[in-house]
């Protein structure tokens, strides 16, 4: 089945938003299978890693739809800060995110990338949400209420974004085991200016579940 960019720069992927400090990135393997859902002749070659200094950028090829469409991303670090000397592991990961890149440039997930928050038509009926969001970066929010803004982690210095993000990763983890009530008493552990930082960095999933239970 043929698709157009504009076609697939519709489809909604926040479900599938993985998230670290602040950045954004697609689930490669859910970005895969669906570009072999949508066209299963699609195929992507990766080429030879360039070295800048001791960083190095890895590239993603992906032909699909009849086009070609190539993509580059540094060997980064969960501070998403470029790694020196990049191991193996390093490496792999920085690959399959380029991966996901690189199919994002045939319309899927593109407007992760132009750091929009829902793909154009969807843009006007979250008018009031992005309202209210706005609103909360002037009015501290009471202590017991979560709101996600952009810049969330600009106040903390690093050693409180490595520990946002080591927590992040325990409060995903718990969500994942379904263990949501553990995951909710980490959470209201925070400060309400960390737990607005937590948040930017939960992926949609984790985030919906979270406030589910709240409702519950």
């Known amino acids: ?27 490669w393997s859910w970005a895969v299978d669906q570009l072999l859902q949508l066209d299963e002749s699609a195929s992507w070659e990766y080429a030879e890693p360039r070295i800048f200094g001791e960083t190095m950028m890895v590239f993603c090829t992906v032909h699909a739809f009849g086009k070609s469409r190539t993509a580059q991303l540094p060997v980064m670090d969960f501070r998403n800060k470029a790694i020196h000397n990049p191991d ?13 890149k690189a199919i994002s440039l045939h319309g899927l997930g ?34 017991d209420s979560i ?10 210095n690093n050693d409180e974004k490595d520990l946002l993000a080591k927590i992040a990763e325990e409060v995903t983890e718990l969500v994942q085991l379904e ?18 930082g937590l948040w930017s960095l939960l992926d949609s999933r984790t985030r919906s579940a979270l ?6």
């Not at 709101?147 to 903390?156: D, M, N, R, S």
């Not at 406030?211 to 519950?216: D, I, L």
């Open 110 to 143: 593109m407007y992760i990338y132009a750091g929009e928050d829902l793909p154009m038509s969807e843009m006007k009926e979250t008018k009031e949400e992005e309202q209210e969001i706005n609103k909360a970066k002037e009015i501290k929010a009471p202590r």
């Open 211 to 216: 406030k589910k239970y709240k409702k519950v």
């Open 1 to 27: 089945m043929m698709m157009h960019y504009t076609e697939l720069r519709k489809i909604n992927v926040n479900d599938y938003i993985e998230r670290k400090n602040g950045l954004a990135y697609l689930s």
């Open 179 to 196: 263990e949501l009530r553990l995951a909710h008493e980490r959470c209201e552990m925070l400060e309400n200016d960390e737990k607005v």
């Open 88 to 100: 193996a592991f390093s490496v792999n990961t920085a690959m399959q995110r380029c991966l996901a």
């Open 147 to 156: 709101t996600p803004t952009a810049g969330a982690l600009e106040e903390f």
